[in-house]
């Protein structure tokens, strides 16, 4: 389910005949074991057998994954791999041993209706603990509002990861792999961020490791810098060719810690 809007949503339909339509950052690098509690998910709707959307997602507890609202919004049902690479998924898309206990969509989330407040959040509880030596964490509230009228907006870098598709352009390129790019900030406060998003590049072009987010790679962690510091989620981009900026929701506003939290305790 491929999910357009105001703009183009990141969410990457598949289905049985074709299953390795997920693939990876654009521009980016394998990621290997770098960040392992980065995992795919395959969400399936109420009575849907032979489809369903992938999204990525960041472990913030042994129980509790972090993902997009336009993600999760109508899904039923949802299985969860870690492995860096589609070999080692074993039963994927539609069935294995790691599946959704809970489904939890922000009550804010209205499809876009309300843009920029999207709410573009999302929760999946797994049905028995993943462990790992570190999870993702979550900024303080108010994180990224320094950064606003800092100088020298390029120098601050976030590292993306997750699931998506490589390329578009001439052909889509798609393989089922974990992959991290490292994007720039752009703006914290237009039209199209206005508080709630955070707006960053894609395809800066700037060497080794530059990169920026596709489809398939919703939900998927926006990371300050080289931390593990989950400072927003990807949510959305302006056009189906995965070119020019790069929209995440913000996770350092009291709002999203107060859903997230629920989940935490």
């Known amino acids: ?89 074993v039963g994927y898309p539609f069935s294995g041993d790691l599946t959704a206990k809970e489904i939890h969509t922000h009550p804010r989330y209205d499809d876009f209706a309300s843009f920029p407040a999207t709410y573009d959040l999302g929760i999946v509880v797994l049905d028995r603990k993943v462990t790992r030596s570190a999870y993702g964490k979550l900024p303080g509230i108010g994180f990224l509002d320094a950064l606003a009228t800092r100088r020298g907006l390029q120098e601050v870098n976030f590292t993306v990861v997750g699931y998506g598709m490589q390329d578009v352009k001439p052909e889509p390129v ?25 707006q960053t590049t894609n395809d800066p072009g700037k060497g080794t490791g530059s990169g920026g987010t596709c489809s398939g790679d919703s939900g998927g962690p926006i990371f300050y810098g080289t931390s593990n510091i989950v400072v927003a989620v990807n949510s959305f981009g302006l056009n189906a060719n995965c070119v020019g900026a790069d929209f995440s929701f913000r996770t350092d506003r009291a709002d999203s810690q107060r859903f997230i939290s629920n989940f935490l305790k």
Not at 6 to 20: D, P, W, Y
Not at 60 to 83: D, I, M, Y
Not at 176 to 193: A, D, E, I, K, P
């Open 174 to 198: 798609a393989n089922v792999v974990r992959y991290w790019g490292t994007s720039q900030l752009v703006n914290l406060s237009s039209h199209l961020t206005d508080g709630y998003n955070l």
């Open 1 to 89: 389910m491929l999910k357009k809007v105001f703009c183009t949503f990141l969410a990457l339909a598949i289905v049985l005949v074709f299953v390795s339509t997920s693939g990876a950052i654009t521009y980016g690098q394998p990621d290997g074991n770098a960040h392992p509690y980065v995992g795919v998910v395959v969400f399936q709707a109420a009575g849907d057998t032979t489809s369903g959307w992938s999204c990525t997602g960041t472990l913030l507890s042994p129980t509790v994954l972090l993902t997009a609202g336009h993600c999760t919004a109508g899904a039923a049902r949802a299985w969860v791999w870690f492995e860096a690479e589609r070999k080692g998924m």
